[in-house]
């Protein structure tokens, strides 16, 4: 069945540092790969997505690459703020014959000034 | 256009009393799934559902929790005689068309449960 590994959290950073969360996923087929952020208090909501190989989805100085060959979709930003202090969920679409998308178990983010 | 909406935002009840949270989707959006979230812990699965049918309900526990979406009306998670392990947020997010390339769940605010 699909699953998704992201690296545990929380990670740390201060104001402007680079940013990596590391996602990889097993999957049967070619699913479409998400990243959704979660805001205290909140539900989650779509952050960028990919749906082929290669294809990069990019929203507010994020960006995650859809990697066949290594089956990753790394989030990525050059220089992190105190507002994206969040938790990041790595997700694949639904596929192989289910309705169900995988989530991850989610990376918590903070940001200090 | 307003996005999906859930209530109650936060729910208190006692050890035995039933818990009744509901989900509006999204205008346009027939595909309503269910999910848990505990502290410090990921986003659990519990149920997916179409109007007036449960297409997959492998992640609900098998006694005191249902679920339904009827023609009409909002989607109800409702879950009897609740325990304190049943605190927790539950999330509810809607789709248009779960088999296509690229499609979004979009989610609500979700319903935070404590039980005393």
């Known amino acids: 069945g699909n699953s998704v590994t992201q690296m545990e959290g929380p990670v740390t950073l201060s104001e402007e540092a680079f940013l990596t969360i590391n996602c990889t996923y097993t999957?049967?087929?070619?699913?479409?790969l998400f990243w959704y952020v979660q805001y205290p208090g909140e539900g989650l909501q779509l952050l960028l997505k990919?749906?082929?190989?290669?294809d990069k989805g990019s929203n507010k100085g994020f960006e995650a690459t859809y990697r066949k060959e290594t089956t990753s979709f790394h989030l990525e930003k050059g220089s992190v703020q105190v507002s994206d202090s969040a938790v990041y969920f790595c997700?694949?679409?639904?596929?192989?014959?289910?309705?169900?998308?995988?989530f991850g178990r989610g990376t918590s983010l903070i940001v200090h000034p | 256009n307003a996005g999906v909406m859930q209530n109650p935002r936060h729910l208190v009840r006692r050890r035995g009393q039933e818990a009744r949270l509901r989900c509006s989707p999204m205008?346009?959006?027939?595909?309503v799934y269910w999910y848990r979230q505990l502290p410090e812990e990921g986003l659990k699965f519990m149920v997916y559902?179409?109007?007036?049918?449960?297409?997959?309900e492998s992640g609900m526990p098998k006694e005191r929790f249902s679920a339904e979406f009827p023609k009409e009306g909002p989607s109800i998670l409702r879950i009897q005689q609740v325990v304190r392990g049943d605190s927790a947020a539950y999330f509810c997010?809607?789709?248009?068309?779960?088999?296509?390339?690229?499609?979004?769940?979009?989610f609500g605010p979700g319903t935070r449960l404590l039980v005393l």
């Open positions: 997010a809607s789709s248009q068309s779960p088999a296509s390339p690229g499609e979004t769940q979009y």
């Open positions: 999957a049967t087929g070619y699913p479409s």
């Open positions: 990919a749906t082929k190989a290669d």
């Open positions: 997700a694949l679409g639904p596929g192989g014959g289910s309705y169900i998308p995988t």
């Open positions: 205008k346009g959006h027939s595909h």
């Open positions: 559902l179409q109007k007036e049918n449960i297409i997959d």
